[in-house]
């Protein structure tokens, strides 16, 4: 049994398809959700969620104010939107108001179920943000974990658990959990790039830094927080400053003072002018520049600056603040030889910075505690605090041995990879050459079958056309036959009879001659149009002649022929050529409405060109021949194919041209 042909090539062009797409990686389109334009809220709500507002005396009372009002007027979901400003400005002010606090518990128990789940995120946010600021990552992550339920149906719904999953990051990676860290940074990622603002990847990006940084990767902790600063300054956010100051902590980290300390002064210096009101970054970035000071012997500026944000840092009443400005008065109370007067500060900050393995701050507290010990004599205590200061000292030495390690290991790790890269580089070369080779010959095998095909089919196409190209012929023929037969009995016998008949007839009038004579004529005259008397005699350019005259007489038309014709073709084609010719004058005749017509016969090398030309009324071609009532067309065209010719009929208002071109071989 031989396969069919189609079900070979179909079969092939499958297996190609499978081989290119099985090469290539599949990619999947992604909604992009856009952040809705001109989100519009009422004067008050504005106000609250315009950051230069918070630090006015009259913030929480303008909130309190207006959020009562609308409990009151059940207007809920106001009253949420309202709340939520203050929230997330106060979190990000790192500004934690107990009174505020008890009042978001308050709508969480008695309100949070009258809006709708996506306006009530902000009280799990906000409790996450109070712990994480107190903390206490497991309870901060048991509340920001509850917002990773929301469903994204849109840029808000994505915006929130993109952020739930990016502060979720946060707190694991201040436990040390970097591996949960990064999973979950990747996740806020996956949300916030399906959005259409970019802006909100800083974030993201400075949480790569943190982790990377928490990992003892300073190089890739450094490129994702300039990352970071890159979107800030194309936003002009006031989070540019931070990203800075989380840049001068990891070249700290690192010891790359050359490039931390200009950073310090340009950083602190931008700050200043730029009128930011944020006491938190201030302060962080003011401790990094009072210890240039202190290098520098600079007391009385670093006394200023301290006494500047002293009434800042309490009305902040942030614990990481409060622990970071303790530290940084200590320090400059031993280098004034005074004691240090909150000593119970530093060494309750202690536990946070070894927890937060920020070794080098722990190690400064130690330093501070064991001279402010040895200015008091109490060499006991010095001990201690010398036992304690040599084993954080011990930790710098092991984390950067680790670090070294780390570097020598991640270079091994580099070459390894770098050849088993090249190796699979080979191997995916010489796989993708095969797959090629592979694709090229099943391509080459395509194209032949194809090939094949089309020949076959094209030989099959032609044989079938001159099959019924001599069917045809030799329909025609036959009928021209038949035609003649009739014809010529009609001549010689009928005519002949109606002459006997008229000559033996006794009483003869003229009545009776001319309805005889008239009899024989119309006989004669359907003799010659079932075939032409004397055509294989005379010929055809004699009987177009004969033809033209015998229309010119009978009709009031006038008829003209040029007939250039000095081959002699098969008698046969011949008369086909005068039937052609026949029905077109015939067509003019009865439908043109013309006055005058045109037969034009010519030859050239190749072809005899006859041209059937008309003055008439003209006639939409294309309607005509769909039309049940255009046989005389039809006959015309297909009478030229069955003789190897092409007929082409042009029509219009000044009258109608047929062209038949017949091929002379």
Excluded at 446 to 451: G, P, T
Aim: hydrophobic share 35%.
């Amino acid at each position: 049994m031989i396969p069919n042909r189609r079900f070979i090539l179909n079969n092939i062009c499958v297996f190609v398809i499978i081989i290119f797409f099985g090469s290539c990686n599949e990619k999947k389109g992604t909604t992009v959700y856009k952040k809705p334009l001109n989100e519009k809220f009422d004067a008050v709500c504005t106000w609250l969620n315009d950051n230069n507002n918070f630090y006015k005396e009259n913030y929480y009372s303008v909130f309190y104010e207006y959020y009562n009002r609308k409990i009151k007027e059940k207007k809920f979901k106001d009253a949420a939107q309202a709340m939520e400003f203050v929230s997330l400005i106060s979190s990000g002010y790192a500004s934690f108001d107990e009174t505020f606090l008890k009042e978001v518990l308050s709508f969480s128990k008695n309100y949070k179920d009258k809006v709708p789940p996506i306006n009530s995120t902000f009280v799990y946010t906000f409790q996450g943000d109070y712990y994480s600021d107190k903390g206490d990552f497991e309870k901060a992550i048991a509340n920001y974990i509850k917002n990773t339920s929301i469903d994204i149906v849109d840029y808000k719904s994505c915006y929130k658990k993109g952020d739930a999953y990016r502060t979720i990051s946060w707190c694991y990676n201040s436990l040390g959990k970097q591996k949960l860290a990064l999973e979950n940074n990747h996740k806020a990622h996956d949300c916030f790039k399906q959005t259409d603002r970019t802006n909100i990847l800083e974030g993201i990006y400075a949480n790569y830094a943190h982790i990377y940084m928490a990992m003892d990767d300073c190089d890739k902790a450094v490129e994702n927080v300039d990352i970071a600063i890159k979107y800030a300054k194309l936003e002009k956010r006031n989070n540019l400053f931070t990203h800075l100051f989380n840049k001068i902590n990891y070249y700290d980290h690192c010891k790359k003072f050359d490039k931390m300390y200009p950073l310090i002064d340009s950083t602190y210096q931008a700050f200043n002018k730029s009128g930011i009101k944020d006491t938190s970054i201030k302060v962080s970035l003011s401790v990094y520049y009072i210890h240039r000071l202190f290098a520098e012997d600079k007391l009385v500026e670093s006394k200023k600056i301290l006494d500047e944000l002293k009434p800042e840092v309490e009305a902040l009443n942030s614990s990481i603040t409060n622990q970071e400005y303790a530290v940084v008065s200590a320090f400059y109370e031993v280098q004034k030889h005074d004691g240090i007067k909150d000593i119970k500060l530093i060494k309750n900050s202690i536990p946070h910075f070894l927890e937060l393995r920020n070794f080098p701050k722990a190690r400064d507290c130690y330093a501070l505690l064991l001279e402010d010990a040895l200015a008091r004599k109490d060499y006991k205590e010095a001990l201690d605090y010398r036992v304690d200061f040599e084993a954080v000292k011990d930790s710098i030495g092991n984390m950067e041995m680790t670090d070294k390690v780390m570097e020598l290991s991640a270079k091994y790790e580099t070459e390894k990879k770098e050849q088993q890269i090249e190796i699979q580089k080979k191997s995916i070369l010489n796989k993708n050459t095969t797959i090629a080779l592979l694709i090229s010959f099943l391509i080459g095998l395509i194209f032949i079958v194809i090939a094949v095909t089309l020949k076959q089919k094209q030989k099959k196409l032609k044989l079938e056309k001159h099959n019924v190209q001599l069917y045809t012929k030799q329909l025609l023929e036959k009928t021209e036959e038949e035609r003649k037969r009739i014809a010529s009995d009609l001549h010689d016998s009928v005519s002949h009879e109606l002459l006997s008949l008229k000559n033996s007839i006794e009483q003869k009038t003229d009545t009776t001659d001319k309805k005889i004579d008239a009899i024989i004529n119309d006989i004669r005259s359907i003799s010659r149009n079932l075939h032409p008397i004397m055509f294989d005699k005379v010929g055809l350019k004699a009987s177009i002649n004969q033809m033209v005259e015998r229309a010119q007489s009978i009709n009031d038309f006038m008829v003209t022929a040029d007939v250039d014709y000095i081959t002699v073709l098969p008698s046969s084609i011949e008369l086909q050529i005068y039937r052609i010719i026949q029905e077109g004058l015939s067509n003019i005749i009865k439908y043109a409405n013309a006055v005058a017509a045109k037969i034009t016969v010519t030859e050239n090398k190749n072809h005899i060109i006859i041209e059937i030309k008309d003055n008439g009324k003209g006639f939409d071609v294309n309607e005509t021949l769909n039309n049940n009532n255009s046989f005389g067309l039809h006959n015309i065209i297909e009478r030229s194919r069955a003789i190897g010719g092409e007929a082409k009929i042009v029509s219009g208002k000044k009258g109608t041209i047929i062209t038949i071109e017949i091929k002379k071989n």
